[in-house]
């Protein structure tokens, strides 16, 4: 059984920073190319990040030059730090493992059906 739990998230200033984890279990992760997502009210699940089993990073045009993501595979988790914070960056953050469609991730599904609670992040102006 897929579970994905993710922890980290806060209140921070704008121009702050914060460091989300992903610990996911049950999972080939290591194989798999991980990502984040973040979800605002009334609107669609997003991919920001994901990161390859090669470590290959891509980011989102909304994130690009303030958001990091890196990977552990002994501990199965996926980080995402995340800097030069902005009030738009408000949302719930959750993780997945990503499929691409006609060659693009930002296309593509998550891998797994069963998301985690997510953390929320919450940035004031």
């Known amino acids: 059984q897929v579970q994905l739990v993710e922890s980290g998230g806060g209140l921070v200033q704008a121009g702050g920073s914060l460091r989300l984890s992903c610990l996911a279990s049950g999972t080939t992760f290591s194989i798999n190319t991980m990502g984040w997502y973040r979800q605002t009210p009334g609107k669609q699940r997003e991919l920001v990040a994901y990161?390859?089993?090669?470590?290959?990073?891509n980011y989102a045009d909304s994130v690009k030059g303030r958001f990091a993501i890196s990977r552990d595979n002994a501990k199965n988790t996926v980080y995402l730090q995340m800097n030069s914070l902005k009030p738009e960056d408000t949302a719930v953050y959750y993780c997945?493992?990503?499929?691409?469609?006609?060659?693009?991730?930002?296309?593509?599904?998550?891998?797994?059906?069963?998301w985690g609670q997510g953390t929320q992040v919450t940035v004031s102006s």
């Open positions: 997945n493992a990503v499929t691409s469609y006609r060659g693009s991730y930002y296309a593509g599904h998550p891998m797994y059906d069963d």
């Open positions: 990161i390859s089993s090669g470590r290959s990073t």
